[in-house]
């Protein structure tokens, strides 16, 4: 167990459950709630990779702070099975709360066939060691000695009282609602809006409107039960409605990039199904009709393909075509993308690929979270071509990130590979309102009307003109007198092939040093960000990049608030690499650390690859969980007392 800091009004509030019980559901619910009372919100959902019946569970910070992530210990822990209060009960913060149902008091630890064999290891270890039966009341028992309030909810018996009253004697039909329940006990003994929480649960369901008020009657039922019960004045945890955050909303991060693709103007996305990457897709699939700034409808074409390969392919025959196209995958689908994204950059076409990162290799663990395709996305193919490598560090980064690197395709005319994450893509959080005129769109050099041969003075149009520019104006498939041809050969100007040795050093020289374009005009807040102590320059300097970017700010805050001189420098563009401006945000820096969610610390390679120093620590994480910034904080902490080791390996996690 990580020692854990926590900021003033904060907690952490954690619902777990069988997959496809409506954990997820719940957990909307209760961020939406807490979003409407006026607090901030961070979220993060962590499940298994089948279908239904793993344990799956969703963790909800809640704070009158600004706050970027989750922290180790839990508040408030709602279950509805044993697995739940089983896995979570070692999490439990002194002081917290425990919600479970008291007809699953008497139930054993090998009674609960889906909790994995070591995880049994260790919870009977932890009960035997503290003389417990191997049972949930045993676990019960632990937790009431570590001042942990218990407060049994029997949920079938009450559903049958419900369902008396609702004058609906099915109760198989009113079993759904058992997650509303559980949520709506949490609240009653947060003494939290009921109004809000049943407008919350009616949000959630409102495509489903009988289900919804079914729902809200069931939690109302259970609010009342729970009041009359219990008292929540030992539990010294409450959330009270204040004044809603002015122009804030609340988005889930498998939404952001997708909406950045509406307002950047992609009409043709391609994906086959993988996770995480698939709810970028779906999501567009479900709003595929839009309305225009101009009042008009446009609409968005998304094409489920029969696999990876033709998925990148079809975009790139989309982008010729002078749509915006992208196409959306994770670490698996990427690999099988290799050669085409090579065709992509022989051919200088602007394609967008979206590669939301899991734990690999192979399948690996494939709906958990890692950031180990940085070095992939920069290297990958063969032989040598110009990508843009660009990572977004949140929720609402990746909206504008998703308009920015469409304008970077366009302009420098390459692919560029968007690098997103499981962790983004299954978080929830509150954040600004999106401002779609924030980022302008940048299309380029595009030739659209081409004169006839005889009326030309320059001759051939020449796609690939050679010249001082290495960027040739683009002519779309279909232009009139724009004749080309693409290869994946090497090429002549006008696209023929050859196999020319001059010709070779020109093209690959005109491609190349289009990087050298995009690295000095790209904007330094688009290169690397400093975040902190800017102005003394003997601090111990964090670098790291991606999803990590929350932790690391809320584990500075606390550390700065008690006198260590940190600052943090996130790395937005990774190829090609700012090595000029890293050099400048680091310089006098005492102490460079280097945090990141892989194995072998790539970002910390392509520092001393490009600055020729060397990282005196590095923080590493790759068990499938997110970073917390518990854990954060903890490591920095071992680093200035001068006791740590050069590499820390973070483990925590469920």
């Not at 518990?630 to 973070?650: D, M």
């Amino acid at each position: 167990m990580t020692q854990s800091y926590y900021a003033d009004n904060s907690l952490t509030w954690v619902i777990g459950g069988a997959q496809g019980s409506g954990v997820d559901s719940a957990a909307n619910i209760f961020s939406r709630a807490c979003a409407q009372a006026g607090f901030n919100i961070f979220g993060n959902r962590e499940y298994y990779s089948n279908i239904k019946g793993e344990h799956s569970y969703f963790t909800v910070r809640v704070s009158d702070e600004p706050i970027h992530s989750h922290v180790d210990l839990i508040d408030i822990l709602v279950s509805f099975d044993a697995e739940t209060v089983f896995v979570h009960t070692s999490e439990m913060k002194e002081g917290g709360a425990i919600i479970y149902d008291s007809d699953l008091a008497e139930t054993t630890l090998r009674e609960v066939p889906t909790i994995d064999e070591y995880a049994v290891r260790r919870i009977s270890s932890m009960l035997e060691s503290s003389g417990k039966p191997l049972s949930l009341r045993g676990m019960l028992d632990y937790a009431h000695e570590k001042n942990i309030k218990l407060y049994g909810i029997p949920y079938f018996r009450l559903l049958k009282q419900f369902s008396e009253q609702m004058g609906d004697h099915t109760l198989s039909k009113l079993t759904r609602t058992v997650n509303v329940m559980a949520l709506s006990a949490s609240m009653a003994i947060l003494n939290f809006d009921k109004h809000i929480l049943s407008e919350s649960i009616r949000y959630v369901f409102r495509t489903k409107p009988k289900i919804a008020e079914n729902n809200v009657s069931a939690a109302n039922f259970v609010y009342d039960h729970v009041k009359l019960q219990f008292s929540s004045k030992d539990l010294k945890r409450e959330l009270k409605y204040k004044k809603p955050l002015d122009s804030t909303i609340l988005v889930q991060g498998n939404q952001s990039s997708a909406l950045g693709k509406l307002v950047a103007g992609c009409r043709f996305q391609t994906y086959y199904p993988i996770t995480p990457a698939s709810d970028d897709s779906e999501f567009l699939e479900s709003h595929q009709i839009l309305e225009q700034s101009n009042g008009e409808e446009g609409s968005i074409l998304v094409i489920q393909t029969e696999d990876e390969i033709a998925a990148v392919t079809m975009a790139i025959g989309g982008a010729l075509t002078g749509v915006r196209s992208a196409t959306a995958t994770s670490g698996p689908g990427f690999s099988l993308m290799v050669e085409a994204l090579g065709w992509a950059g022989i051919n200088e076409v602007p394609l967008v690929v979206s590669l939301y990162q899991r734990a690999g290799p192979a399948t690996g663990l494939p709906t958990r979270h890692e950031q180990g395709d940085l070095l992939f996305a920069v290297h990958a193919g063969h032989g040598e071509f110009p990508r843009i490598v660009f990572s977004s560090g949140d929720i609402e980064e990746s909206f504008y990130d998703t308009i920015k690197v469409f304008n970077f395709a366009e302009k420098y005319q390459m692919p560029v590979i968007h690098l997103l994450d499981k962790a983004i893509a299954n978080s929830v959080a509150t954040c600004r309102n999106f401002d779609q005129h924030r980022v302008k769109i940048d299309r380029g050099q595009i030739v659209n009307k081409i004169p006839p041969a005889d009326q030309r003075v320059d001759g051939k149009y020449l796609r690939f003109k050679l010249g001082g520019n290495p960027i040739s104006p683009r002519a779309m498939l279909g232009t009139q007198n724009g004749i080309f041809w693409n290869t994946g050969d090497e090429h002549t100007e006008e696209g023929h092939i050859t196999e020319d040795p001059y010709n070779r050093i020109n093209m690959m020289d005109k491609r190349m040093r289009k990087l050298d374009v995009a690295l000095a005009e790209i904007p330094n807040e688009d290169k690397a960000i400093a975040y902190g102590n800017n102005e003394d320059q003997e601090v111990i300097s964090v670098l790291s990049w991606g999803s990590t970017k929350g932790s690391i700010l809320d584990a500075l805050n606390q550390l700065n608030r008690e006198g260590e001189k940190m600052r943090f420098i996130q790395l937005r563009l990774l190829h090609p690499f700012p090595a000029s401006l890293l050099e400048t945000l680091i310089r006098g820096s005492k102490i460079l650390v280097d945090i990141e969610m892989n194995y072998s610390s790539q970002l910390a390679s392509l520092v001393e690859q490009h600055l020729k120093r060397e990282i005196d620590y590095t923080v590493v994480k790759y068990n499938g969980r997110p970073m917390s910034s518990s854990e954060i904080y903890n490591a920095l902490k071992l680093i200035t007392s001068g006791n740590a080791p050069r590499r820390q390996v973070l483990e925590y996690g469920t």
